[in-house]
């Protein structure tokens, strides 16, 4: 057996689990979960149409690399939102289909990195476990990237030395930020390049929440983008991942994609090919449809506004927080430790949220999810403003016992 699987810590839903037992949530309220990032939006009817017309291709086996429409699709797509340069995107070489961003995200590691001579692969924290699970299981050592309020909740690249970012083979970056919304400018992401060139590491950008933002006049830059603004056309050393399951609410379709340095898609596609990593024919074509397709999009962002807007109006008295510019979440600080404010606030109230301390590792330089929580505004407006509700009188709840 693989003995890096001893080094796999329990996922934060598991722990969670663990945390709940033994907890009864009174029985007059119904429980609204704003623990998981699962879009609760109805996916686009469109999607389910494309796929159910499309059902003859289960008699097809499909192509590692995928049909030449989707990947044209994904490139136009590209190429219209991060204003990429006219065919700087070759759909042959520089993209290519995955099964959702999960499963691609760990798959690069496994492919890319050398266990030789102790590599680095480099993380922010808080982060998805995905990251850190992929770098155990390719033999890498992880680091972390403390993301706090004293740098914004962005990850402090600087407080690494030149020894880390030498031994560094793979860089993960989340932006909009998992959990704490927080975007990465085009300067930031620029400067990781240059990094990269001088280091000679890749940089894997997940950017599956890249269109969950608040203000339409601003949407978040991409890697690819900042790689193009800076002459780096070809996107050397450079791979964005984006998906459909935040973007048009279809998590249960597994389709997303990976673009960028052509040098680094040829050896990921020779080993998806041996992993038999395809994407379903008929799941092509429906995101072929869903690509294509932005209204379904732009109304989704209309109804994160409502939420956002709605929630912090409330909970922003009693609660350090602060309105993300993307992302479904929401990042607040705790008055308490943040597994026990969890558990009470089951007690309670029966709201679930996310223990931020599951998300993140301790380093020498603390633990940067420790006293916060996950929200997840997944859930329709009303059961969103109904949890707001209940977490604030909860936590006046607490303010009045530390008083008294």
Not at 32 to 40: F, M, V
Not at 95 to 107: D, K, M, Q, S, Y
Request: net charge negative.
């Amino acid at each position: 057996m693989n003995p890096n699987l001893s080094r796999l810590q329990p996922y934060p839903f598991e722990r969670m689990a663990k945390l709940h037992a033994g907890v009864t949530p009174p029985e007059q309220l119904g429980a609204i979960r704003l623990s998981i990032g699962e879009p609760k939006h109805p996916t686009p009817g469109f999607i389910a149409e494309a796929l159910i017309e499309h059902l003859h291709g289960l008699s097809l086996y499909p192509a590692t690399r995928g049909s030449l429409q989707l990947r044209e699709s994904i490139a136009n797509w590209l190429g219209t939102r991060f204003a990429l340069p006219a065919d700087s995107l070759d759909p042959d070489r520089q993209i290519l289909p995955v099964n959702g961003t999960r499963e691609a995200l760990f798959a690069i590691a496994q492919c890319l990195i050398d266990p030789a001579n102790q590599p680095l692969i480099l993380m922010p924290n808080p982060f998805y476990q995905i990251y850190e699970g992929a770098a155990l299981l390719a033999g890498a050592e992880p680091g972390f990237i403390n993301c706090t309020s004293a740098s914004d909740y962005l990850p402090d690249f600087d407080a690494l030395s030149d020894s880390d970012w030498d031994r560094c083979q793979l860089l993960y970056v989340c932006s909009p930020g998992n959990p704490t919304g927080r975007v990465l400018d085009s300067e930031a992401l620029q400067a990781l390049i240059g990094r990269a060139e001088r280091h000679d590491f890749v940089i894997v950008s997940d950017e599956c929440y890249s269109e969950r933002y608040l203000d339409e006049a601003a949407p978040p830059p991409g890697l690819l983008q900042a790689a193009a603004a800076m002459g780096n056309e070809d996107y050397k050393r450079c791979l964005a991942f984006h998906s459909l399951s935040k973007r048009s609410n279809a998590p249960g379709l597994r389709s997303g994609f990976v673009a960028g340095d052509a040098e680094l898609i040829e050896p990921f596609l020779l080993y998806r090919t041996y992993h038999g990593s395809a994407m379903p024919p008929a799941t092509q074509d429906a995101s072929i449809r869903a690509w294509q397709d932005e209204a379904h999009v732009v109304e989704n962002r209309r109804l994160y506004r409502e939420k956002f807007a709605a929630v912090t109006d409330i909970l922003s008295p009693v609660l350090d927080l602060h309105t993300p510019p993307a992302s479904l979440y929401l990042w607040p600080r705790t008055p308490i430790d943040d597994q026990v404010f969890a558990r009470q606030l089951l007690a309670e109230q029966n709201v679930i949220v996310l223990p931020g301390s599951y998300l993140s590792r301790d380093t020498a330089y603390g633990n940067p999810g420790q006293d916060h929580i996950r929200m997840a505004l997944v859930a329709p407006l009303d059961e969103c403003i109904d949890a707001a509700y209940r977490i604030r009188a909860f936590t006046e709840q607490l303010d009045v016992q530390e008083n008294t």
